[in-house]
Nanobody, 125 residues
C-alpha cells in the first residue's frame, strides 16, 4: 500500500506564485519518478513536470522558465514551485509517482503508477 498526499493549492492573482508539495508514504522500496499533471474543465489531464530519482527533469512547453520541480529522495517528497502564474494555469493539479513497493521481504517485480487526490489551483484577478 502507498499513498500520495498533496498540499499547497489555492487562489492567486496573475503573476503570483504558489508552491505545491507531494509526500509519498507506505511500503516504498523505490520511487522511480515523480511528477505533476493538471486538468482543467473540458480538457484532458496533461503533464506539467516530472523528475526522475536521478534528478532529471521534463517540463511542458507552456511552463518552461516559470515552474520548477524538485524532490527530496530521503523524504519521498516532490515540490512544484510555480512562478508568474497565468489564468491558463488554472486547474486541478495531481501528483503522480512511479513506485516499487515492498511485498514482504522483497520488492515487487514491477513498479506501479500512483496518483494523489488533486489540489485546485486558480489564477484569477
Amino acid at each position: 500500500q502507498a499513498q500520495l498526499a498533496e498540499s499547497g493549492g489555492g487562489v492567486v492573482q496573475p503573476g503570483g506564485s504558489l508552491t505545491l508539495s507531494c509526500a509519498a508514504s507506505g511500503n516504498i522500496f523505490l520511487i522511480n519518478a515523480m511528477g505533476w499533471y493538471r486538468q482543467s474543465p473540458g480538457n484532458q489531464r496533461e503533464l506539467v513536470a516530472t523528475i526522475t530519482n536521478g534528478i532529471g527533469t521534463k517540463y511542458a512547453d507552456s511552463v518552461k522558465g516559470r515552474f520548477t520541480i524538485s524532490r527530496d529522495n530521503a523524504k519521498n517528497t516532490a515540490t512544484l514551485q510555480m512562478n508568474n502564474l497565468k489564468p491558463e494555469d488554472t486547474g486541478v493539479y495531481y501528483c503522480n509517482a512511479d513506485m516499487t513497493l515492498w511485498t514482504g521481504a522483497s520488492p515487487e517485480d514491477f513498479s506501479h503508477q500512483y496518483w494523489g487526490q488533486g489540489t485546485q489551483v486558480t489564477v484569477s484577478s
